[in-house]
């Protein structure tokens, strides 16, 4: 019951913080609706304590899987502190910021690249032994618990480019054939 109460409060948690940020702000006399208060680093390290939890407590780990989870919860912790830096840094470039020249914007991407890669394989590397333990309930809750919150839906909705992830959108089949 104690693990049911807390994952109802960690999930309450989340969807109250994704549907408030997700609201947007009553826009103010003479302004658009960009008004609102940003994310503070607070309130994205309180989400990300939130999801940790829900993560954690949907697992519904045993004594010796909970041995194992400290390094995928500090690995979750890292990749969550890169994400709120990079979201300080563009916070800080602002919306006047000059776009980037192509060179320099093919070095943000490998940059980026790089980072990606050491972020997934540090979560792997935690993620191994975890995963042993893991029964086939829980093998297979794991990645729909690690999912980005609102998926991939809202990663579209939020601007996000179905080019980068190497896939396309359902029932999207690329550019027609051109008739000659």
Known sequence: MKTFALVSAASALIVAGTVAYAQPAPPAAGSGSRDRAPMTRADFDSLT???????????????DQQKLWGPVEQALRANSAGRAERMEQRRERGPSASR??????????ADLSTKAAASATSLSTAMKPL?????????????????????????????????QHGMMRQGQRGPAPQAQ
């Not at 980037?100 to 991407?109: A, K, V």
Request: hydrophobic fraction near 40%; glycine fraction near 8%; charge should be positive.
């Open 131 to 163: 995963w042993a333990s893991l029964d086939d309930s829980q093998k297979r809750l794991l990645p729909i618990l690690m999912r980005p919150a609102g998926g991939m839906r809202a990663h579209y909705a939020r601007g996000g480019d179905h080019r």
């Open 49 to 63: 304590d939130a999801r940790i939890a829900a993560i954690q407590a949907g697992l519904k780990l045993t004594p």
């Open 100 to 109: 980037p020249d192509f060179m320099q914007r093919l070095e943000q991407r």
